[in-house]
């Protein structure tokens, strides 16, 4: 399965002012409560954690749970003082890891 992830980070970010990034992963995010057609139970598969982390420094983390809606989406502020490398790790049930980085340029 090929897994997609959405980043956004604005184009230009000044050092020290904090910066909103938006990140998405697609992901079915089923809960285990739902029946299929046939009246078995699907097994549950959730993103169950994700870390935003600037030259391996955690910057942001969410703990994912039952709850949250299929592709979760979230939104957060960071601030960075130089230029570096933003690693972000989705990690679920069933073994699920997806990894994206980004080049942040401060001016």
Avoid: Q
Wanted: aromatic share 10%.
């Amino acid at each position: 399965m090929t897994t997609r992830a959405v980043i956004t980070l604005p184009a230009a970010i000044k050092a020290g002012e904090p910066f909103e990034v938006r990140a998405t992963v697609a992901h079915p995010m089923e809960t285990g409560y739902r029946a299929s057609d046939e009246g078995n139970r699907l097994p549950r598969d959730l993103v169950r954690r994700f870390e935003c982390r600037l030259d391996g420094e955690l910057v942001f983390a969410a703990d994912l749970f039952a709850a949250v809606s299929a592709n979760p989406y979230l939104a957060f502020w960071v601030r960075a003082d130089k230029s570096g490398e933003l690693t972000f790790v989705w990690r679920g049930d069933k073994g699920f890891e997806h990894r994206e980085t980004r080049r942040l340029t401060v001016a």
